[in-house]
């Protein structure tokens, strides 16, 4: 199952420097035992902590987010999957 986001909604989220999960989660369109889940099967950026706070590297975020806004080879015009 191929995962979509619509990106042009999170144009507000930082290009650089770190963000906690709940400001991250302001621009993402899921929930924050999601979010965790994910970062568990590796199938999101691992966050980094600074002292006590979890974090997560914007741009890590974004290259994350850009991986879904690549079209495939069916959205190209192509019968190939």
């Not at 199952?1 to 899921?30: C, D, F, V």
């Not at 999101?44 to 690549?70: G, M, S, Y």
Request: charged fraction near 25%.
């Amino acid at each position: 199952m191929e995962q979509k986001y619509e990106t042009t909604l999170n144009s507000n989220l930082p290009r650089y420097g770190l963000i906690s999960a709940k400001e991250m989660l302001i621009h993402l369109p899921i929930k924050r035992s999601t979010l965790f889940k994910w970062v568990k099967e590796k199938r999101f950026p691992a966050p980094v902590k600074v002292n006590t706070l979890t974090r997560w590297h914007c741009h890590e975020i974004h290259e994350w987010l850009a991986q879904f806004d690549k079209p495939t080879i069916s959205e190209q015009g192509n019968s190939y999957v």
